[in-house]
C-alpha cells in the first residue's frame, strides 16, 4: 500500500528550471521527514534536499544549495523540488524518500526520474 511515485523530470537545457513532485499514497506524509536524493552513473547516491514534518528544518547540499528548493504539501501527500538554473552535473536519476528525521535513514523509496540537463 505505500507508495512514492516521482514525476516531472526531463531533458532541460543548462539554465533551465524543472519542478519534480513525488506523490504518497498508503499513509500519512504528515508522519515523516521528506527528502529528495539523486544518483547519476558512476557516482554514489546522495542527499540532495531534505525537509522536517514539524520543525521547518530544511537541508540542501552545497552543490545544489541556492538553485533547489524542496517543498511539502500534506494535504495533498505531495513533495517538491523546484530546480533552477540546472547544470549537467545535475544530470541524475532522483528519488524521493521518507525518513524519520532528515539526519536519518530514508525507510521508503520512489522509482525514480531521470532529469538529464544537456545543450
Known amino acids: 500500500q505505500v507508495q512514492l511515485v516521482e514525476s516531472g523530470g526531463g531533458l532541460v537545457q543548462p539554465g533551465g528550471s524543472l519542478r519534480l513532485s513525488c506523490v504518497a499514497s498508503?499513509?500519512?506524509?504528515?508522519?515523516?521527514?521528506l527528502g529528495w536524493f539523486r544518483q547519476a552513473p558512476g557516482k554514489e547516491r546522495e542527499k540532495v534536499a531534505c525537509?522536517?514534518?514539524?520543525?521547518?528544518?530544511?537541508y540542501y547540499s552545497d552543490s545544489v544549495k541556492g538553485r533547489l528548493t524542496i517543498s511539502r504539501d500534506n494535504a495533498k501527500n505531495t513533495l517538491y523540488l523546484q530546480m533552477n538554473s540546472l547544470k549537467p552535473e545535475d544530470t541524475a536519476v532522483y528519488f524521493c524518500?521518507?525518513?524519520?528525521?532528515?539526519?536519518?535513514?530514508?525507510?521508503?523509496w520512489g522509482q525514480g526520474t531521470q532529469v538529464t540537463v544537456s545543450s
Open positions: 498508503g499513509f500519512t506524509l504528515d508522519y515523516y521527514a
Open positions: 525537509i522536517s514534518k514539524t520543525d521547518g528544518f530544511t
Open positions: 524518500a521518507t525518513l524519520g528525521h532528515c539526519t536519518g535513514d530514508p525507510y521508503s
